[in-house]
């Protein structure tokens, strides 16, 4: 969720490998920087943790100036808005909580979709125009916030021993209306073609998972890797459609 819409929209877009660079830089530290902060607020980080986040922060806020003193690129300065909004937001649940991670089904799509935003900030850097770079968002948001809808499903249904359809409905119906979104992008441009079979794979194991719902835990190893197996194959085609743009 963090890499596939960075990178995919830095190689999509064909973004310089200085800027390209400091994107990366800046996402990681970001990244790294709020689980060390999430430790240090729940009073659990080892001896080093604090260096750690001291560190990430000074990588990320360099990184971040020198993006925005590049010529053209105070553009990528909103995104940072909803970042900032999801990293406060988990500083105080685990603050509040003392727990690292909160699994609800909001706060993950909501992680999911802000993570999406980077392939907003690819666009951007490239010089594309806003609507390109919300595109390139919302698809990658689409994408992985199905992937949440999908996994909570499965899980629901063990715990319910599959007596739960709610979460099968949502992600049914979640997945049937990305279907459409997809089918109608193609009837307009050629890139949608791409993006229908970019997402073919995710929408196809969203429904044949909701039929063969039978109330047992299913792996999670294995739904891992067959999830990281769906993104690369999306994150490949998509690429290729945004390329076009």
Partial sequence: MLYAPLVTGLLAFRVEPFVAALLFCVVTAVFFGQNALGLWLRGRGAAGNLAWLVGFALVGTAAGVTLLFHPGLWRLLPLALPALLLFIWQAWQRRA?????DH????????????????AAAA???????????LAAAAFACYFVGSVFYVKMRVADARSGGASRGSALVCGLFHAAVGVVCLLWALVASPGGLACVAAAPAIGRAWIGWFRLDGSMPSLRRLGVAELVYATWFSLWMGVALYQL
């Fill in 124 to 134: 951007l850097a490239a010089g594309r125009p806003l609507e390109t770079a919300a």
């Fill in 97 to 101: 909580t003392r727990r690292q991670i």
């Fill in 104 to 119: 609800s089904t909001t706060n993950e799509t909501a992680t999911a979709s802000v993570m999406a935003l980077g392939a």
